[in-house]
């Protein structure tokens, strides 16, 4: 489909290392001169759902500074620019729970909120794990937690897991889980 809208002008107005925030000067697709604010991330976002034989996952609980509350989450993080989406997913799952994973799968690829944000996620099921030591960040205080899979897709019909990328991810898994 051709794009509607126009871009006049776009100029940075905000850089971190983890984001770029830049506002546009814009044509609407009625033809009306307005504004656009683009957020773009400098990482991927990555998810990872382990899964075990015996049909359970592990969540990370942390408090989420942003939302000013503590989340229940599937192991997630970002990942470098330049290096693939499932490098990132390995180095992630590992530093958080402790696990590696013989076996990867891609389950899904999410724009994340692309109403405001370029921010593209993949998420990964790993399988036949192995548990091993933590590695935390030092901006993380990680909980960790084992559960059965349908307790944490419960989680996500009752409202208890909020993070777009998570309630995706067990949805998704559920119904491949079924196939």
């Known amino acids: 489909m051709k794009n ?13 290392p983890w984001i770029r925030v830049e506002e ?20 991927l976002a ?9 049909g359970y996952t592990w969540l990370v609980g942390q408090y989420r500074y942003t939302l000013d509350e503590y989340t229940w989450e599937i192991p997630m993080g970002g990942g470098a620019i330049g290096q693939t989406a499932l490098e990132s997913a390995k180095r992630e799952l ?17 724009h994340t909120s692309n109403s405001v944000t370029d921010e593209v996620g993949y998420v990964f099921l790993a399988k036949e794990l192995v ?5 935390f960040d030092d901006t993380e205080d990680i909980k960790v937690w084992h559960l059965p899979f ?4 419960d989680m ?3 409202g208890q897991i909020t993070d777009a990328i998570s309630m995706a991810a067990i949805f998704k898994a559920s119904v491949l889980l079924k196939k």
């Not at 509607?4 to 971190?16: A, C, F, L, Q, R």
């Not at 729970?97 to 690829?109: S, Y």
């Not at 548990?131 to 590695?135: P, S």
């Open 131 to 135: 548990q091993g030591e933590t590695a």
């Open 24 to 43: 546009h000067q814009v044509i609407t697709p009625t033809q009306k001169k307005g504004i656009y604010g683009k957020v773009s991330f400098k990482n």
């Open 94 to 110: 590992k530093e958080e729970t402790g696990l590696q994973a013989n076996e990867w799968t891609e389950i899904l690829k999410i």
């Open 4 to 16: 509607p809208w126009t871009t006049i002008s776009k100029k940075e107005v905000y850089d971190n």
């Open 46 to 54: 990555v998810g990872i759902l382990p899964l075990d034989e015996n």
């Open 150 to 153: 349908q307790e944490a897709y």
């Open 156 to 158: 996500v019909l009752d």
